[in-house]
């Protein structure tokens, strides 16, 4: 084996990691292309479901949940004279499936110590079609 052989298998990623990316990638697109959008309760459904759906198009991603806490988006307008406000990590609990080369990879996102935590849940082998 060549060095150059060497340093691209060494530096190749795995199945497994490309899903990971792949999941970190439709996390970015989730929060960033939606943070800020005007939200209210009454809208809420209907906003969570977009976001699936927007999300859920992109490569190799197999589902998406998108749960906004509308009790604590009830609270941020209980003092407030708008009955909507800017959507934040804060109000939204969110699960994306990836599935790559017989990868699945779950990850989600939650509220922890008062920050938007995107975590990596698991990474499962999955048996290819027979």
Do not use: W
């Not at 298998?9 to 800020?36: D, N, R, V």
């Not at 992109?58 to 988006?73: F, G, I, K, M």
């Not at 407030?80 to 406000?85: E, F, G, N």
């Not at 699960?95 to 017989?102: A, L, N, S, W």
């Amino acid at each position: 084996m060549t060095d150059d052989t060497e340093a691209n298998e060494s530096t190749t990623p795995t199945a497994a990691q490309t899903a990971c990316f792949e999941a970190g990638i439709k996390f970015g697109s989730l929060y960033h292309q939606f943070a800020g959008t005007p939200i209210s309760p009454s809208s809420a459904p209907s906003l969570a479901r977009a976001m699936e759906e927007s999300i859920e198009n992109q490569p190799h991603c197999s589902a998406v949940t998108v749960d906004v806490r509308t009790d604590e988006l009830e609270r941020e307008l209980a003092d407030s004279t708008a009955d909507y406000t800017e959507l934040t990590g804060r109000f939204l609990e969110v699960e994306i499936v990836v599935d790559y080369e017989d990868r699945e990879v779950v990850t989600r996102m939650a509220m922890e110590d008062g920050y938007p935590l995107m975590e990596l849940v698991s990474v499962d082998d999955r048996e290819p079609d027979a």
